[in-house]
């Protein structure tokens, strides 16, 4: 009862209108997190010819990549622990201090380690925004804003590319990093004078130890999904190590958690049947998204002949049908309390859209390539925001923190494995391919598998078929594991508990609603 009380006091404390320019500003703040890599994703071709450095070029998104990771958990704990707007305000400024030298770099040695500081930044916004958002809105209220989420996601993907080049063509690669001061100030302003939550007094010590292990892990986890087959082969010494290193320092960190007083990730809250579950699909999510996008527009550019320039337009058909899905699940759950449906059916067809990705070939037009994208859409709109919704409900006001990076941090670690799972065995196949029809010549000639539909043109016409063959043969494989992955998916979701969601709604009105909701903590915890 002492949680519901302090969550009401929370969200009667802060006005309707307040609330919502508070998560005004926390969309915002989203928006910066994931627009960033999308903007840059455009402007690399112009940053490397003006800096240089071309074999360093992964390192620009992979820092940043693992700072954001690595940081995320880290940034939930401190919330938790010290409270949650002053953190919030903190990563912000962070992120904004990495865009302006970001921008300012002479060389790629630099541009690689500010962009570190500005994944540093990020892993904080996206925490921050969920905690805060778990804060101030109880769960049976927040369906309402998971159209508000799928949109500012959509908007980042899409808008992303198209604004990274404008800025790029007129305003130089630099801007692409100014650009979110902007933002940045509007966000930091709106927060500061809107948001009001109740102070924090630690009880204990960060686990800088915990941290510290947690940091190896994850940073050992990416780099042998970021390497693993590009940079090094699989079983080199360098991979076999990070493995290793990787397992034992997950070892050490289980260890050294039961043994905190204030446990970065306390594993107390993996006690919870949904929130492990919660994890799980999760981690399936950003495994089957983070393909989609990587591994679609490639499609649709290689073999449909598409135009790199509006590659996020490619991926609209996805990007709508999550977006209007998840509003209306969210609606659903609002109005109902329910949810248990929704992981179900997102997960049933999320295997489907991903089935029917991989049955393109080169004859496949993209009225119905756009099609099978608006099946899986569907699926992670119904799942992408419950995950965390649930996640969040399935834990006590002071693990909201650690909840949601949790949550985050799985579904991050889910899209590098996808990248890198899909991504091996799509090279693999592009190779096989190539080889069987242009002969062993052709394998080294398709490592750089990621031709342009303006390269296209330029290629004989044997090698252009060939090559989009064995683009369309490597994608079929990349979605046909992710088909097979995403059944795990669907497995787990029979398993979830429908345990009521904290806060009003219609059903939970009168005196008997609330005393359930009030006991949904504690029922959370049972198997």
């Given at each position: 009862?002492?949680?519901?009380?302090?969550?009401?006091?929370?969200?009667?404390?802060?006005?309707?209108?307040?609330?919502?320019?508070?998560?005004?500003?926390?969309?915002?703040?989203?928006?910066?997190?994931?627009?960033?890599?999308?903007?840059?994703?455009?402007?690399?071709?112009?940053?490397?010819?003006?800096?240089?450095?071309?074999?360093?070029?992964?390192?620009?998104?992979?820092?940043?990549?693992?700072?954001?990771?690595?940081?995320?958990?880290?940034?939930?704990?401190?919330?938790?622990?010290?409270?949650?707007?002053?953190?919030?305000?903190?990563?912000?400024?962070?992120?904004?201090?990495?865009?302006?030298?970001?921008?300012?770099?002479?060389?790629?040695?630099?541009?690689?380690?500010?962009?570190?500081?500005?994944?540093?930044?990020?892993g904080g916004l996206m925490v921050g925004v969920m905690a805060i958002i778990g804060d101030l809105i109880p769960p049976r209220e927040r369906g309402k804003y998971q159209g508000m989420m799928a949109g500012v996601m959509a908007l980042a993907m899409i808008g992303g590319p198209l604004v990274g080049g404008t800025i790029t063509d007129h305003m130089g690669w630099r801007w692409s990093f100014y650009i979110n001061l902007p933002l940045g100030a509007v966000a930091l302003a709106m927060v500061t004078?809107?948001?009001?939550?109740?102070?924090?007094?630690?009880?204990?010590?960060?686990?800088?130890?915990?941290?510290?292990?947690?940091?190896?892990?994850?940073?050992?986890?990416?780099?042998?999904?970021?390497?693993?087959?590009?940079?090094?082969?699989?079983?080199?010494?360098?991979?076999?190590?990070?493995?290793?290193?990787?397992?034992?320092?997950i070892g050490a960190f289980l260890f050294a958690e039961t043994k905190a007083a204030e446990p970065v990730m306390p594993l107390h809250i993996f006690r919870s049947?949904?929130?492990?579950?919660?994890?799980?699909?999760?981690?399936?999510?950003?495994?089957?998204?983070?393909?989609?996008?990587?591994?679609?527009?490639?499609?649709?550019?290689?073999?449909?002949?598409?135009?790199?320039?509006?590659?996020?337009?490619?991926?609209?058909?996805?990007?709508?049908?999550?977006?209007?899905?998840?509003?209306?699940?969210?609606?659903?759950?609002?109005?109902?309390?329910?949810?248990?449906?929704?992981?179900?059916?997102?997960?049933?067809?999320?295997?489907?859209?991903?089935f029917l990705l991989a049955t393109m070939d080169t004859g496949t037009s993209r009225l119905t390539s756009g099609l099978y994208m608006a099946v899986l859409g569907a699926g992670l709109g119904f799942l992408m925001q419950i995950t965390m919704l649930v996640a969040q409900n399935s834990v006590e006001m002071k693990d909201m923190g650690v909840a949601s990076s949790s949550a985050t941090l799985f579904r991050t670690l889910g899209g590098s494995f996808g990248v890198a799972l899909m991504g091996s065995l799509f090279t693999s196949q592009v190779t096989d391919t190539m080889t069987d029809r242009l002969g062993p010549q052709a394998a080294q000639a398709s490592g750089a598998a990621r031709l342009d539909a303006a390269s296209l043109a330029k290629l004989p016409e044997t090698v252009r078929d060939a090559y989009q063959h064995a683009v369309a043969a490597g994608t079929h494989s990349a979605f046909l594991l992710g088909a097979a992955i995403a059944v795990l998916g669907f497995a787990a979701a029979w398993f979830v508990k429908e345990v009521p969601l904290r806060g009003a709604g219609p059903a939970s009105a009168g005196g008997a609603g609330e005393g359930k909701a009030a006991q949904a903590p504690q029922e959370s915890f049972s198997h």
């Open positions: 009862m002492a949680e519901k009380t302090k969550a009401a006091e929370i969200s009667e404390g802060v006005k309707p209108r307040s609330v919502r320019v508070v998560l005004m500003a926390l969309m915002i703040a989203m928006l910066l997190a994931m627009l960033d890599n999308m903007i840059i994703g455009t402007a690399m071709p112009t940053i490397v010819g003006e800096l240089g450095g071309l074999e360093h070029l992964s390192w620009v998104v992979t820092a940043y990549t693992l700072a954001t990771a690595a940081s995320t958990p880290i940034w939930g704990k401190i919330g938790d622990m010290y409270g949650r707007k002053g953190s919030f305000l903190t990563s912000i400024v962070i992120f904004l201090i990495g865009s302006v030298l970001s921008g300012m770099s002479q060389d790629m040695g630099q541009l690689i380690g500010f962009r570190a500081i500005q994944g540093l930044g990020a004078a809107v948001l009001h939550l109740p102070k924090k007094k630690a009880k204990g010590k960060i686990d800088y130890l915990g941290a510290a292990l947690l940091t190896v892990a994850i940073t050992s986890t990416v780099l042998v999904t970021t390497w693993g087959g590009t940079e090094y082969a699989w079983g080199s010494g360098e991979i076999v190590g990070l493995i290793i290193l990787g397992v034992a320092s049947r949904n929130f492990t579950l919660m994890s799980v699909i999760g981690f399936l999510v950003g495994f089957a998204m983070f393909g989609g996008v990587l591994y679609l527009p490639l499609f649709q550019q290689s073999v449909q002949g598409a135009s790199a320039t509006n590659s996020g337009l490619l991926l609209l058909p996805m990007l709508l049908s999550m977006m209007i899905v998840s509003l209306i699940a969210g609606r659903i759950t609002t109005s109902s309390g329910k949810y248990k449906v929704f992981p179900i059916v997102g997960g049933a067809l999320m295997v489907v859209g991903l």
